[in-house]
């Protein structure tokens, strides 16, 4: 008898679902399929279940390509040791979504029995988390054997909300949530255009971070987003959101390279003061310091690299050398200007993170810094260089100044030192934790740099330089561009983002009018079908 | 009784699936009804690697001698103990042909996959590692286990081709949670018996499985071939739990300790030390209990960010930064890191020696892959890498040797362990160190 309740009801959610999919994922090239960043994940079940629904477990870790470790999302596969964690992951959000504490709020429906299989309840829950987890309708066949093992685990339970769990369980471990797989379908001519749903995805990640609202998916369903008009309104829509900094947040870490602080350690024995909850306030610093002047003051990013104003907190109050009389745990401060400091080039975070754990690195942050800032990579240097002159403290070159001037000498070491040093050695006026010093091994730290036939001093000449740099801005344009679609930002071509590019130049190098062009541009949605893997590309043949 | 999950879930389990409970468990019962208990069989030999960045110093580690007895060198003083349960491999050469020397990679994927690699950071095939635990790893819980001593995941050498590398477990907590926390029955304990709910997760599994049959749309080749690899992580993780439904057939004399504490891991070497015998120890106690059989332990990333509090260059910046000592000939700072690493890796086999097994110890029916990125790490040099080998695989490998590879692909030692491991496999690497050449002097 259930089965034909089951059909029926099967029949009325897909027609109601899938009837009106513009030119449904089911038979697409899939043009892209990124792997979800810890903060995707947490940032999607939070949204959909609740902040409330802990997640405890272990993400797979990304590399960093191109300068963005959102490049690595779309190389990188699920290995057995990341499902292990995802499976169990799955389960425990499970158990809490239908627990008796939960169920009321998330469980939109009663079963008949709590102790009989109801097809028609759970197939209604499966079939609204299926959308927000899969961010587009599920497939009757998707949807059908959820609903079957969840009856099935009823019967062997006895308990409707243990079948439940274990087919909400089977979604949030499916790829289809794991991944976010865009699709893309003929446009007009020969070009192919990201489908509905998956434009939804895009967006509603680049922007917030996180799955598609309920109102994007109805845009995607609708296929309002195919519009102009309609993809228009639903950018401002979400651009008007306090939920952008969320996005542009994750942005700037990558961009920033700031999660290389989970693996930076500091010498204690010299660096007593360095602690991990330094290193965690050092990042907050600097992402407060961007987003309120990409965003809330809607500035021009180019004063990024000279921008007087920081937020610090007590630990930090006590490397910049200030002092911290404040109840709030986060003050805005306005460096003076005998303090050297010149935008985030100077905070704390971008000056230790690119150092070793005793010592401060020109190299490791001149190369760091054209890499973050003008996408300009430095080659590895040659095999088999000798480095001893540079170590030698206890010899006549007592900066390390001196000391990597001397090694560039050598014509093929100099080809790169005098690419990236020139920045690094501006900044040699802070120590490896970002400490302001005036000499190094009892001589003064001569500051001045040249660098692309322009000579500027200390880090303030550096920000000065940085700030005047039209590559920088450009370097902004692209490396978001790679950040949204997910591509290696080396790949990319200056007419890729032209258009955006253009928005943020004559808007005086405005973040949101670089966001809004891009996302308006005809380019993002945009897609080169991929060279299909054999003739019989459908998994479902094999 | 073979087990076999379909038969579980598609046979009379099914049935019983309505029941619940304890017809559920009559699966696994005989008709006495004790839980299927040891069958008897040998005890399996388990595959380790370590990994340590930066190398040694060739004038201090390099035996005078080859063969037996050689006299023990200043850089292998620390393993010393084990000198009569270890072959030494000197002279061995890395041939990258037409790929460039990436610098801390090259030797890295040449040792571990016996092939030069095309582009750096990545492996371009599987690693060794997995190459045994395809044939060796059926029927035990975790087809392999990776840990990282410096408290970093990415600081794992194993993996299944390309940017996929396993994620280390980066603190002996995590090691422990995985290895011994939910999932985990301890089979010296009388009162073993399958969890039930771990039949449901099968059932769980069976149906996200089932999902690659309802893939429509068109993939390319690379898209392709990572939603395989996704699938391919499921179908383990189902052989997990058909493993963790059957009592190991082993019978291990150890006891599991409580969870450790959280403690500070990352590169400071006296953190090192506190944290890789706590490691080293859980991984022994999964081999001994029959959880894994493969368990791979790296101490560092290949340029080795090791250091010592108090020396602001650290392992890595001395190597390239050390001038060379005019009279010894050597950096000697380098030269005590590169101690530092034997005396960790020292540690790890003191684990493993430390339980005993039926005539041996677990350190004898294991064998150990010591492996490092560079010969010599001033100029990044390949040639003459050192490879370290210790255990005697359960008698099939002879050991106490000095071998002198003479220029002979790195790949040799590679595949002997394989012939050792019991692979039938007749030759391992690629390009000029494709070989089918082991070191039969060391095959019992």
Redesign the interface.
Known sequence: MHKRVLVAVLTVFVLAGMSQVPAS?????????RRLTEQEYRNSIADIFGKDIAVQG?F??G?RIGGLVAA?AA??????????SY??MA?SIAVQVTSEKARGRLVSCKPASAAQPDDACSAQVFGHYGLMLFRRPL?G??LQ??VK?AA??T????DFYTGLR?GL??LL????F??R?E?AVPGSGKDYRLDAYSRASRLSYLMWDTTPDAELLKAAQSNELGSPAGLAGQVDRLMASPRLDTGMRAFFSDMLQLDTF??V?K????YPKWSVQLAAAAREETLRTTIDLALHDNGDIRELMTTPKTYINRNLAAIYGVPFNFDEEWVPLDFAPGQGRSGIVTQISMLSMFS????SSPTERGVALMDIFLCEPTP??P??????I???TDGPLKTVRERLMAHATNAICASCHTHSDPIGLSLEGFDTIGRHRGTENGQAIDVSATIQGKSFVGAQGLGRFLHDNPKYPACVARKLYSYAKGVDSQDVEPKDFKVAYKAFSDSGYRMRSLLKGMAESEDFFHAV??????KS????SQ | MKLDRRFLLRGTCQGAAAAMALPFLDCFLDTNGQALAATGERVPTRFNTFFYGLGLTKSLWVPKTAGLNYETTIQLKPLEAFKKKMNVFSGSRVMIDDNPNFQHWSGVGASATGISPSKTGLFDSKTIDQTVADVISRGSRFKSIAAACAGDPKQSYSSLGGANNLPAEASPLSLYTRLFGPGFQDPSRGDWKPDPQIMLQQSVLSVVAEDRKRVTQNFGASDKARLDQYFTSVREAEQQMAAELKRPDIEAKVTIPTAPDEMVVNSALPNMRLVLPLMARLGALAMATDQTRVFNLSISEPGSQMFVPGDPLGYHQSTHEEPLDPILAYQPRVARYNVYSMELFAAFLTELDSIPEGDGTLLDHSLVYGFTDVAFAKIHALDGIPVLLAGGASGRMKTGHHIVGDGNPVSRVGLTVQKAMGLSVDSWGGGSMETKSPYTELLA
Request: without cysteine.
């Open positions: 994922s089911a038979s697409g090239e899939v043009v892209s399929m272990v797979e870790p590399k690595s190389i990188l596969s699920v290995t057995p040791v990341g499902f292990d499976s169990k389960d497939t066949d998707e054997s959820r093992l099935n685990m019967k062997a339970s006895g274990y369980a089977s471990q499916s790829s289809n794991l991944f797989i699709v989970d693996n350690s010498d204690a024995l010299l070793h754990p005793g010592r590895t240097p095999n088999n260089v000798d480095f001893s540079v170590n030698n079908p991929p060279v299909a893997a054999a590309t459908k998994l479902a």
